[in-house]
Protein backbone atom coordinates (compact mmCIF):
# COMPACT_ATOMS: atom_id res chain seq x y z
CA UNK A 1 0.00 0.00 0.00
CA UNK A 2 1.01 3.74 -0.85
CA UNK A 3 2.61 5.38 1.74
CA UNK A 4 0.82 7.30 4.64
CA UNK A 5 -0.42 10.87 3.78
CA UNK A 6 2.02 13.07 5.86
CA UNK A 7 -0.97 14.45 8.22
CA UNK A 8 -1.77 10.56 9.00
CA UNK A 9 -0.64 9.66 12.31
CA UNK A 10 1.57 6.09 11.94
CA UNK A 11 -0.69 4.42 14.38
CA UNK A 12 -3.79 5.28 12.29
CA UNK A 13 -5.70 2.21 11.65
CA UNK A 14 -4.67 0.37 7.82
CA UNK A 15 -8.76 1.11 6.38
CA UNK A 16 -8.67 4.80 7.58
CA UNK A 17 -5.41 5.51 5.74
CA UNK A 18 -6.89 4.03 2.86
CA UNK A 19 -10.04 6.18 3.67
CA UNK A 20 -7.65 9.34 4.04
CA UNK A 21 -5.90 8.14 0.70
CA UNK A 22 -9.36 7.72 -1.59
CA UNK A 23 -10.51 11.50 -0.40
CA UNK A 24 -7.53 12.67 -1.12
CA UNK A 25 -8.10 11.37 -4.79
CA UNK A 26 -11.54 11.96 -4.71
CA UNK A 27 -10.42 15.91 -3.78
CA UNK A 28 -7.55 15.58 -6.50
CA UNK A 29 -10.62 15.05 -9.26
CA UNK A 30 -9.17 11.58 -9.24
CA UNK A 31 -12.81 10.81 -8.78
CA UNK A 32 -15.14 13.08 -10.14
CA UNK A 33 -18.70 13.97 -8.20
CA UNK A 34 -21.05 11.28 -9.92
CA UNK A 35 -18.18 9.09 -11.03
CA UNK A 36 -18.05 5.42 -9.82
CA UNK A 37 -15.92 4.46 -7.04
CA UNK A 38 -13.81 0.98 -8.34
CA UNK A 39 -15.18 -2.24 -7.13
CA UNK A 40 -13.84 -3.68 -3.86
CA UNK A 41 -11.72 -6.32 -5.68
CA UNK A 42 -9.78 -3.34 -7.73
CA UNK A 43 -8.98 -1.40 -5.09
CA UNK A 44 -8.17 -4.57 -2.89
CA UNK A 45 -5.44 -5.25 -5.94
CA UNK A 46 -4.70 -1.69 -6.45
CA UNK A 47 -4.08 -0.62 -2.83
CA UNK A 48 -2.40 -4.39 -1.63
CA UNK A 49 -5.15 -4.75 1.55
CA UNK A 50 -7.86 -6.91 2.07
CA UNK A 51 -11.63 -6.91 0.45
CA UNK A 52 -12.43 -5.80 4.12
CA UNK A 53 -10.19 -3.49 4.58
CA UNK A 54 -11.40 -1.58 0.96
CA UNK A 55 -15.19 -2.26 2.74
CA UNK A 56 -14.30 -0.62 6.27
CA UNK A 57 -12.76 2.39 3.95
CA UNK A 58 -15.61 3.09 2.13
CA UNK A 59 -17.87 2.50 4.80
CA UNK A 60 -15.50 5.53 6.63
CA UNK A 61 -16.30 7.41 3.55
CA UNK A 62 -20.50 7.19 3.61
CA UNK A 63 -20.43 7.95 7.10
CA UNK A 64 -18.46 11.28 6.03
CA UNK A 65 -21.08 12.04 3.45
CA UNK A 66 -18.38 11.66 0.44
CA UNK A 67 -19.68 8.90 -1.16
CA UNK A 68 -23.21 7.10 -1.63
CA UNK A 69 -23.40 3.38 -1.61
CA UNK A 70 -26.14 1.84 -3.76
CA UNK A 71 -26.43 -1.66 -2.89
CA UNK A 72 -26.35 -3.84 -6.19
CA UNK A 73 -24.91 -1.04 -8.32
CA UNK A 74 -21.84 0.49 -6.97
CA UNK A 75 -20.21 3.37 -4.93
CA UNK A 76 -20.49 6.78 -6.13
CA UNK A 77 -18.41 10.02 -4.92
CA UNK A 78 -21.23 12.46 -4.21
CA UNK A 79 -20.99 16.31 -5.29
CA UNK A 80 -20.00 18.53 -2.70
CA UNK A 81 -21.65 20.05 -0.05
CA UNK A 82 -23.17 23.32 -0.40
CA UNK A 83 -22.90 25.54 2.15
CA UNK A 84 -25.14 28.13 2.12
CA UNK A 85 -25.04 32.02 4.35
CA UNK A 86 -28.05 32.44 6.15
CA UNK A 87 -27.65 36.30 7.30
CA UNK A 88 -29.39 37.77 10.10
CA UNK A 89 -29.69 40.96 10.96
CA UNK A 90 -29.44 41.62 14.17
CA UNK A 91 -31.02 45.50 14.37
CA UNK A 92 -34.14 44.20 12.83
CA UNK A 93 -37.30 42.21 14.56
CA UNK A 94 -38.70 41.27 11.34
CA UNK A 95 -39.67 37.52 10.74
CA UNK A 96 -38.70 37.87 7.21
CA UNK A 97 -34.97 38.86 7.44
CA UNK A 98 -33.14 36.61 8.43
CA UNK A 99 -35.17 33.47 7.82
CA UNK A 100 -33.74 30.43 6.19
CA UNK A 101 -37.32 31.41 3.44
CA UNK A 102 -35.75 34.66 2.27
CA UNK A 103 -32.27 33.15 2.75
CA UNK A 104 -32.01 30.22 0.79
CA UNK A 105 -32.03 30.91 -2.92
CA UNK A 106 -34.87 29.49 -5.30
CA UNK A 107 -34.51 26.61 -7.36
CA UNK A 108 -36.25 24.38 -10.30
CA UNK A 109 -35.69 21.09 -8.63
CA UNK A 110 -38.73 21.32 -6.27
CA UNK A 111 -36.92 23.35 -3.70
CA UNK A 112 -38.83 25.01 -1.28
CA UNK A 113 -40.83 24.62 2.17
CA UNK A 114 -43.34 21.68 2.39
CA UNK A 115 -45.70 20.57 4.85
CA UNK A 116 -44.99 16.81 6.25
CA UNK A 117 -46.66 16.39 9.08
CA UNK A 118 -48.72 18.31 11.75
CA UNK A 119 -48.54 16.27 14.90
CA UNK A 120 -50.35 16.44 18.03
CA UNK A 121 -49.15 18.20 20.54
CA UNK A 122 -49.31 15.87 23.91
CA UNK A 123 -47.27 17.18 26.78
CA UNK A 124 -44.04 15.89 26.18
CA UNK A 125 -40.87 18.01 28.03
CA UNK A 126 -40.52 19.46 24.24
CA UNK A 127 -44.13 20.28 24.15
CA UNK A 128 -43.85 21.61 27.88
CA UNK A 129 -41.20 23.58 27.07
CA UNK A 130 -42.52 25.34 23.97
CA UNK A 131 -45.82 26.09 25.80
CA UNK A 132 -43.95 27.56 28.95
CA UNK A 133 -42.13 29.74 26.01
CA UNK A 134 -45.36 31.19 24.72
CA UNK A 135 -47.02 31.11 28.26
CA UNK A 136 -49.92 28.63 27.32
CA UNK A 137 -50.76 25.58 28.17
CA UNK A 138 -49.82 22.22 26.08
CA UNK A 139 -53.65 21.51 25.08
CA UNK A 140 -53.76 25.21 23.84
CA UNK A 141 -51.31 25.08 21.09
CA UNK A 142 -50.88 23.49 17.46
CA UNK A 143 -48.03 22.05 15.72
CA UNK A 144 -47.39 21.40 12.04
CA UNK A 145 -43.54 20.22 11.04
CA UNK A 146 -42.20 20.93 7.66
CA UNK A 147 -39.18 20.18 5.46
CA UNK A 148 -37.32 22.70 3.35
CA UNK A 149 -35.48 21.61 0.11
CA UNK A 150 -32.72 22.62 -1.54
CA UNK A 151 -31.05 21.51 -5.11
CA UNK A 152 -32.99 18.97 -5.27
CA UNK A 153 -32.90 17.61 -1.37
CA UNK A 154 -34.12 17.99 1.98
CA UNK A 155 -32.07 20.56 4.04
CA UNK A 156 -33.98 21.54 7.06
CA UNK A 157 -36.63 20.03 9.04
CA UNK A 158 -38.68 22.38 10.92
CA UNK A 159 -41.64 22.55 13.45
CA UNK A 160 -43.68 25.21 14.44
CA UNK A 161 -45.99 25.52 17.32
CA UNK A 162 -48.84 28.63 17.63
CA UNK A 163 -51.42 29.22 20.51
CA UNK A 164 -54.18 28.92 18.08
CA UNK A 165 -56.23 26.34 16.21
CA UNK A 166 -57.77 24.65 14.38
CA UNK A 167 -55.23 25.33 11.70
CA UNK A 168 -56.46 25.42 8.73
CA UNK A 169 -57.00 21.68 6.98
CA UNK A 170 -55.63 22.87 3.46
CA UNK A 171 -52.32 24.54 5.26
CA UNK A 172 -51.81 20.98 7.12
CA UNK A 173 -51.95 19.06 4.20
CA UNK A 174 -48.78 17.04 3.83
CA UNK A 175 -47.24 18.22 0.51
CA UNK A 176 -48.51 21.88 1.03
CA UNK A 177 -45.80 24.63 -0.11
CA UNK A 178 -45.31 27.87 1.15
CA UNK A 179 -43.32 29.68 3.54
CA UNK A 180 -45.03 28.24 6.95
CA UNK A 181 -44.07 31.51 8.79
CA UNK A 182 -46.02 33.20 6.75
CA UNK A 183 -49.00 31.56 6.26
CA UNK A 184 -49.38 30.63 10.12
CA UNK A 185 -49.20 34.35 10.51
CA UNK A 186 -52.10 35.38 8.15
CA UNK A 187 -53.89 31.85 9.29
CA UNK A 188 -53.85 34.05 12.93
CA UNK A 189 -54.49 37.27 11.28
CA UNK A 190 -51.01 39.18 13.32
CA UNK A 191 -48.24 40.17 12.37
CA UNK A 192 -44.47 38.75 13.68
CA UNK A 193 -41.66 40.27 14.88
CA UNK A 194 -38.31 38.29 16.29
CA UNK A 195 -38.70 37.62 20.24
CA UNK A 196 -35.75 36.16 20.60
CA UNK A 197 -33.33 33.26 18.41
CA UNK A 198 -30.75 31.00 20.15
CA UNK A 199 -28.21 28.76 18.55
CA UNK A 200 -27.37 24.86 19.40
CA UNK A 201 -26.72 21.77 17.85
CA UNK A 202 -27.85 18.01 17.46
CA UNK A 203 -27.42 14.84 16.41
CA UNK A 204 -30.14 13.62 14.08
CA UNK A 205 -32.82 11.39 15.54
CA UNK A 206 -34.00 8.62 13.19
CA UNK A 207 -37.19 10.55 12.47
CA UNK A 208 -34.82 13.94 11.56
CA UNK A 209 -32.33 11.29 9.39
CA UNK A 210 -34.93 9.86 7.21
CA UNK A 211 -36.70 13.16 6.88
CA UNK A 212 -33.02 14.84 5.44
CA UNK A 213 -31.80 11.66 3.89
CA UNK A 214 -28.53 11.56 6.45
CA UNK A 215 -27.59 8.53 9.18
CA UNK A 216 -28.51 8.87 12.68
CA UNK A 217 -26.67 10.93 14.70
CA UNK A 218 -25.47 13.24 12.04
CA UNK A 219 -24.40 16.83 13.39
CA UNK A 220 -27.91 19.44 12.73
CA UNK A 221 -27.50 23.52 13.12
CA UNK A 222 -30.28 24.56 15.63
CA UNK A 223 -31.93 27.57 15.43
CA UNK A 224 -35.05 28.43 17.74
CA UNK A 225 -37.66 31.14 19.15
CA UNK A 226 -40.22 32.89 19.91
CA UNK A 227 -41.99 35.39 17.59
CA UNK A 228 -44.37 37.60 18.72
CA UNK A 229 -46.93 40.57 17.41
CA UNK A 230 -46.18 43.87 18.14
CA UNK A 231 -47.05 44.44 21.12
CA UNK A 232 -44.67 41.69 22.82
CA UNK A 233 -47.43 38.97 23.21
CA UNK A 234 -45.77 35.63 21.68
CA UNK A 235 -47.46 33.97 18.85
CA UNK A 236 -44.96 31.54 17.43
CA UNK A 237 -42.55 28.83 18.30
CA UNK A 238 -40.36 27.62 15.64
CA UNK A 239 -37.37 24.99 15.67
CA UNK A 240 -35.11 24.46 12.92
CA UNK A 241 -32.54 21.63 12.43
CA UNK A 242 -30.41 22.20 9.30
CA UNK A 243 -28.17 19.76 8.09
CA UNK A 244 -24.73 21.11 9.54
CA UNK A 245 -23.06 20.15 6.30
CA UNK A 246 -25.44 22.42 4.25
CA UNK A 247 -25.34 25.95 5.82
CA UNK A 248 -24.45 27.83 7.85
CA UNK A 249 -25.03 31.61 10.28
CA UNK A 250 -23.80 35.19 10.04
CA UNK A 251 -24.41 37.73 11.61
CA UNK A 252 -23.40 41.12 10.07
CA UNK A 253 -23.12 44.04 12.50
CA UNK A 254 -22.05 46.52 10.14
CA UNK A 255 -23.72 48.39 6.80
CA UNK A 256 -22.72 45.93 3.92
Do not use: K
Request: hydrophobic share 40%; aromatic share 6%; proline share 9%.
Amino acid sequence: MATNPPSTPPNTPLYRRLARQLQERIDAGGYPAGARLPSEPELSAEFGVNRLTVRQAVAELERAAVVEIRRGVGTFVRPPAVRVSIAVDPRSQRFDLGSVHEALPEGDQGDGEFVVAAPPVTGSAEDEEVARQLGRAPRELSRVDSVIRLGGRARAVCSYWVPFGPLPAELLRPGHAGNLVLDLARAAGVELEYDWRAFGAVGADLAEAELLGVPAGTPLLVREGVSCTPDGTPALYVRRRIDGSSARFVLHFRER
